[in-house]
T-cell receptor, first 114, second 112 residues
Framework: EAQVTQNPRYLITVTGKKLTVTCSQN?????MSWYRQDPGLGLRQIYY???????DKGDVPEGYKVSRKEKRNFPLILESPSPNQTSLYFC?????????????FGPGTRLTVT | GENVEQHPSTLSVQEGDSAVIKCTYS??????FPWYKQELGKRPQLIID?????GEKKDQRIAVTLNKTAKHFSLHITETQPEDSAVYFC???????????FGSGTQLTVLP
């Protein structure tokens, strides 16, 4: 089954404790992206990757890191989480070559930083 | 980057009525205009899209119209049903990297 998976789905952590949210897709998509969703602000892009070893900042990259060592995986790293990073996070992937750019989203990760 | 505005932010309609959500964008080179639906507690999913060489596209009860001159596109839902209650996002494609910028979302509530 074609899908995007994220882990963990829920995470409660404390300020400053490094964490990683994993994202994996099995559709051979070149493009992968991370979004955060906050009430009234829609989906804001954190980082994106056009292919392996190619990453770039989105609209709200501060406090986040990513890596793209393999085509299927795109982990999101919070080196020193702060309470303002409490949010719902979505990973998404899409084909670059497609005429459209349909984003296939993962199930989301709800992060709480205390 | 692309400046995207979506209106209204909330919309309540009676079951059976129509709903219209509008999205304006700033990049005149944008050429792909999708709408996503996010049901409560679920991930966003594409429901309809349109390319810039087409003015309108329909899929059963939903349609998208595009006005490239005015730089806006709209989602139309006719004969609304309770299962249409969700948050809807526009996400025009822009730039040489063909990036998506999502609107802030419209919470549609269909009242029985």
């Amino acid at each position: 089954e074609a899908q995007v998976t994220q882990n963990p789905r829920y995470l409660i952590t404390v300020t400053g404790k490094k964490l990683t949210v994993t994202c994996s897709q099995n559709m051979n998509h070149e493009y992968m992206s991370w979004y955060r969703q906050d009430p009234g602000l829609g989906l804001r892009q954190i980082y994106y990757s056009m292919n392996v070893e190619v990453t770039d900042k989105g609209d709200v990259p501060e406090g986040y890191k990513v890596s793209r060592k393999e085509k299927r995986n795109f982990p999101l790293i919070l080196e020193s989480p702060s309470p303002n990073q409490t949010s719902l996070y979505f990973c998404a992937s899409s084909l670059l070559a497609a005429q459209t750019r349909e984003q296939y989203f993962g199930p989301g990760t709800r992060l709480t930083v205390t | 980057g692309e400046n995207v505005e979506q209106h209204p932010s909330t919309l309540s309609v009676q079951e059976g009525d129509s709903a219209v959500i509008k999205c304006t964008y700033s990049d005149s080179a944008s050429n792909y205009f999708p709408w996503y639906k996010q049901e409560l507690g679920k991930r966003p999913q594409l429901i309809i899209d349109i390319r810039s060489n087409v003015g309108e596209k329909k899929d059963q009860r939903i349609a998208v119209t595009l006005n490239k001159t005015a730089k806006h596109f709209s989602l139309h839902i006719t004969e609304t049903q309770p299962e249409d209650s969700a948050v809807y996002f526009c996400a025009p494609l822009w730039g040489s990297a063909r990036q998506l910028t999502f609107g802030s979302g419209t919470q549609l509530t269909v009242l029985p």
